[in-house]
């Protein structure tokens, strides 16, 4: 189930990180700034709905063991910081009020740890029985 969640959120946070860098060309090409904060939140939803994806991949095929926890755990850093990081930068480039901007390091902050989850992972999980 979790990774029809994962998937599903990966695949939204693909096609707005899509959109969100293309519409960001057209409607902000005289905004240096704002066109920065869109292609940046595109560039890292493209890259984390990726790993999102892989890790959806994995929870299907791994459902117990060492590995486990630490595979819940990072997918749930990167669907957490694709909203955070991402949505954030995504409202800034709108114009949305500055304080949006303190979401956006939380979602750098689960980025990351959700990378070195999936570090922790490989190196406490076992092969799945076939």
Do not use: K, N
Not at 37 to 48: D, S
Not at 82 to 106: K, W
């Amino acid at each position: 189930m979790i990774e029809r969640l994962w998937l599903g959120w990966a695949g939204l946070s693909g096609a707005l990180a899509v959109a969100a860098d293309a519409v960001a060309r057209h409607l902000f090409a005289g905004d240096a700034h704002r066109l920065e904060l869109a292609a940046t939140g595109a560039r890292y939803g493209l890259v984390h709905s990726v790993a999102l994806c892989a890790l959806a991949i994995f929870a299907a095929r791994w459902r117990s063991g060492p590995g486990r926890r630490w595979l819940m755990a990072g997918g749930w850093a990167f669907a957490g910081g694709l909203g955070l990081f991402c949505g954030s930068l995504y409202l800034l480039a709108l114009g949305a009020p500055s304080a949006v901007a303190a979401a956006t390091p939380m979602g750098g902050i689960l980025f990351i740890a959700g990378w070195a989850a999936l570090f922790v992972m490989a190196l406490v999980m076992r092969r799945p029985a076939e």
